[in-house]
């Protein structure tokens, strides 16, 4: 299993591509800002009057240009660089970008070449920040329409120079019209070359520039530019529309080993939405079906190569039950290996440049797994066979996936029988393959087989022939767990005290398995000597640990119980976050009990009050999609809390956006009651009164709800609404086809469908 480290990072800010260059020190040129002698502070009030202080040149202009002027001194006052910046230089800005401004409006290019320029040398288009978005999509507008036409070079050259630079801070729309013009004049050569030559400044940039110390983590701009954080360094990868052009590039001379390199150096998740806006540019039918055909293969060769996002995305397959989708990606794999144009590896030998990516078998344990999920033993078992006929030598990964997969399914017998035949394949089961036998035996009430088969894990380990050895504490919390569910938390007491003197240590999630455990059953006391164990251990609960000591103070009737915990908290010095709060919440939600819901109430009530921990929508969306699940005799309650929230989020301006909306239809869909639906279909229309663009996920949300209740007629009426706006592709044409097969079986056989 792909375990996902995480690092506390230090506070982080997301700057939006407009501001980007005022905050990053954006430069063109290798300029150098004077700084501000040390030990002083700059005048802030000097340096506002200073700018309020038109030139002469400028006073003499009329009132338009002279607005434009007012309104772009009064963008300079919020950049933190403009007190470097001395007083001629700002004058000479001022008016430079009004000129600029009208040059691009008369289309000539020749004197926004000369104009930029000017800037250049004098290292003043940094302050530009977001004006440089427009400046640049302007210039582009001035791209020859006529593909017959020459493109006259040094036109050329000041166009595609101010599209690289706002590409560099966010704005690629300017940079990917020009290369599209460049493939619509049949020249791939100079789009990838304006593609490479747009790399190249961006990591020339980079290299030269360090960012301001808060910076410490990933963060995307709504173009899909990747801002990674490495160090104090900033390095870029292109917005996706700009991968999409160099791919269609590489379509027109036919190289999708080209494609496949840039892909690769730049894994980027092409949207569906970015791919329709992209290709609408060309009229060629044929290219235009060409083009998706590379993406759809490059984007599976993107998963392959990044097997911890591939595993996440099969899992949340399987965890919806979505075996055609898991199918299908199966599938796409297999014509990558063994289709008419291969482009995946199924070993290393077989690696090259036509075949850059290898299957590991982290990536056949995932589909196992996945199929094993969905209860299809078959599909797993053709699995199993590709494997072998690719090569490939099951090795203890696709051992323990297998066992995995019986676990879900509660095949405790296969389990056993498949150990056996591993034990007797010469293939020495690792930590996480004894965790997962040992986690069947365990679910299948069947404790005295998993007990023996944890007696040969820890001889395993006293020998020293486990890899990993510091690994282990799965294991042992495993059986902690297993212990307690089947009746015997006397020999888990004593496995935990065997613990506590030995090692591993004992972990908070050691300790959660016991307070879920007792919590549940209202054993308070039992409760209480856990919670001085910790302490005595030296471990901090998180958010799982007080959600169980919560749940056990409600179970004995402590009507207090929410304000014992906040006292509990802050004996351990747990400050509480939004997040934390938020994660008690759910807990609470997920008991499904009014007690927990009224101690979610209550809590959420204390963090309205707690200036260092307000919720946000992450925290209403989340109580509102719990609840909408809830099926309970008393309505009235969550009724109850599902206005208070609602009116909550009205005083707070809080707004639905697309995804909030995405997770409250998928909620009431879960719910089975008619109730459910009718609420799933109340925000879908509320989205489209507050014209809210749905998108391909809004579609997959509703129309995989919509199937798994077997609402056949409402998904035929929701069929007919998306056809009128997208064309469905990939898992979305999947979900259609099923309802539209559906629905003809039903006309076939006319009344007999709904006998």
């Not at 700009?242 to 080993?257: P, T, Y």
Request: charged share 25%; proline share 5%.
């Amino acid at each position: 299993m792909l375990r996902h480290a995480t690092t506390k990072s230090r506070r982080t800010t997301a700057v939006l591509d407009f501001l980007a260059p005022a905050v990053f020190g954006y430069r063109l040129g290798s300029s150098k800002v004077q700084s501000q002698p040390t030990g002083t502070k700059p005048s802030t009030r000097r340096d506002a009057q200073k700018l309020a202080e038109f030139p002469v040149s400028v006073r003499t202009q009329n009132p338009a240009i002279l607005c434009q002027n007012i309104k772009q001194r009064i963008s300079l006052l919020s950049q933190p660089s403009v007190a470097a910046v001395s007083d001629p230089d700002i004058n000479f800005f001022g008016e430079k970008v009004v000129e600029l401004r009208l040059a691009l409006k008369a289309g000539d290019v020749a004197r926004v070449g000369e104009l930029w320029s000017q800037l250049e040398d004098r290292k003043l288009l940094r302050l530009l920040g977001k004006e440089l978005r427009g400046l640049a999509e302007r210039a582009a507008r001035l791209c020859p329409t006529d593909n017959t036409e020459p493109w006259d070079p040094d036109e050329r050259r000041v166009i595609e120079g101010m599209a690289i630079a706002a590409a560099y801070v966010g704005a690629a729309n300017a940079l990917t019209a020009c290369m599209i013009k460049h493939i619509k004049r049949g020249d791939s050569h100079a789009a990838l070359d304006l593609y490479r030559r747009f790399l190249v400044h961006s990591s020339n940039q980079t290299a030269s520039e360090p960012l301001p110390s808060t910076l410490g983590e990933d963060v995307e701009d709504a173009n899909g530019l990747a801002l990674n954080i490495l160090g104090d360094q900033l390095s870029y990868q292109p917005n996706f529309s700009l991968v999409l052009a160099a791919i269609a590039a590489h379509a027109l001379k036919d190289s999708f080993e080209g494609a496949l390199t840039i892909i690769l150096e730049n894994p980027v998740r092409i949207n569906q939405s970015a791919q329709k806006e992209f290709l609408s540019s060309f009229d060629d039918i044929l290219f235009r079906e060409k083009v998706l055909s590379y993406v759809r293969r490059l984007d599976i060769a993107r998963l392959v190569s990044r097997h911890h996002s591939l595993g996440i995305h099969i899992t949340n397959l399987a965890d919806n039950q979505d075996l055609p989708q898991i199918e299908k990606l199966y599938r796409d794999i297999l014509d990558g290996l063994h289709g008419s144009e291969p482009y995946l590896a199924a070993h290393d030998s077989q690696k090259s440049s036509q075949r850059p990516v290898v299957v590991q078998e982290i990536n056949w344990a995932a589909f196992l797994t996945g199929f094993l999920q969905c209860h299809r033993r078959d599909l797993a078992e053709n699995l199993w066979n590709d494997m072998l006929k690719c090569g490939i030598q099951p090795g203890v990964i696709t051992w323990t996936a297998l066992l995995d997969g019986f676990d879900s399914m509660g095949e405790a017998d296969a389990a056993s029988v498949s150990w056996n035949n591993m034990i007797s394949q010469g293939i020495q089961p690792g930590i996480l393959t004894y965790r997962a036998v040992i986690s069947t035996l365990f679910n299948a009430r069947r404790p005295d087989d998993a007990i023996e088969k944890f007696a040969k894990f820890k001889q395993e380990l006293v020998k020293g022939s486990l890899p990993d050895t510091e690994d282990a504490l799965p294991v042992y919390n495993t059986v902690l767990h297993g212990l307690l569910t089947n009746g015997r938390p006397g020999d888990a007491d004593a496995l935990l005290e065997n613990l506590r003197q030995d090692d591993p240590k004992p972990d908070i999630v050691s300790y959660n398995i016991f307070l879920r455990h007792h919590g549940r059953r209202g054993e308070f006391r039992a409760v209480s000597v856990l919670l001085e164990r910790l302490r005595e251990d030296g471990l901090t609960g998180d958010a799982f640990t007080f959600s169980s000591v919560l749940s056990a103070l409600l179970k004995v009737g402590r009507t207090d119980a929410t304000d014992l915990i906040l006292s509990l908290m802050k004996k351990q010095n747990v400050e509480p976050n939004v997040a934390f709060f938020s994660a008690i919440i759910d807990h609470q939600l997920r008991e499904h009990t009014e007690e927990g819901l009224r101690a979610a109430m209550e809590l959420l009530q204390k963090m309205e009050t707690n200036p260092n921990a307000q919720p946000n929508d992450v925290t209403y969306t989340g109580i509102l999609a719990s609840l909408h699940r809830w099926v309970s005799p008393n309505t009235v309650l969550a009724e109850e809390c599902e206005k208070y929230v609602l009116k909550k989020m009205k005083e707070r301006n809080i707004q639905p956006n697309r995804v909030t909306y995405h997770i409250l239809i998928k909620a009431c869909l879960e719910n089975p009651e008619p109730e459910g639906l009718r609420r799933a279909l109340g925000y879908y229309r509320e989205m489209a009164n507050r014209k809210v663009s749905m998108n391909y996920d809004t579609w997959y949300v509703l129309l995989h709800g919509l199937i798994s209740r077997e609402e056949w007629a409402v998904g035929d009426e929701m069929v007919e609404e998306l056809l009128r706006y997208i064309k469905p592709v990939g898992a979305l044409e999947s979900l259609v086809g099923r309802i539209q097969r559906r629905t003809a079986w039903r006309i076939k056989l006319g009344p007999k469908a709904y006998i």
